[in-house]
């Protein structure tokens, strides 16, 4: 069996991010449009917003990963919780920085001490490592 890394943890953070993120949107259930669908004319057509980028959907398996991985973060303060969420979502240091109030090598200091006090807990529980498992990521 595997030890978890600290790397193995951020991946599997940045891993659930990024599969939040290709989750349909929530809409309001019961409310839907009764208007025809119409063709606009090229200069009424022309001033229309861009479509919107949806990527595909993501697997069962990719959300059952991520609500494992958001089970995980019920070990951490809730300052590292959103620290680890951030940096998982690619926030750069200078944003993280002026969120926390502290300097850049403070603030990986404390994401370090997160991702490592995730890592013991899943060492302790006995939990096997994942073997590196590239999803297919956006």
Request: with cysteine; charged share 25%; glycine share 4%.
């Amino acid at each position: 069996m595997t030890e978890w890394t600290i790397d193995d943890v951020a991946a599997r953070f940045e891993d659930a991010a990024v599969t939040g993120q290709r989750l349909p949107p929530v809409r309001v259930q019961g409310y839907f449009n009764t208007w025809p669908a119409f063709v606009r004319t090229a200069w009424e057509a022309f001033s229309s917003d861009a479509p919107e980028y949806r990527p595909f959907p993501p697997s069962p398996v990719d959300i059952d990963r991520m609500l494992e991985t958001m089970r995980w973060v019920q070990w951490l303060e809730v300052e590292q919780r959103h620290l680890v969420w951030m940096r998982a979502k690619r926030y750069g240091w200078r944003d993280i920085t002026i969120r926390f109030a502290c300097d850049r090598s403070t603030a990986w200091r404390r994401w370090q001490k997160a991702l490592e006090i995730v890592a013991t807990n899943l060492n302790a529980e006995g939990r096997c490592s994942p073997s590196k498992i590239v999803s297919n990521v956006g």
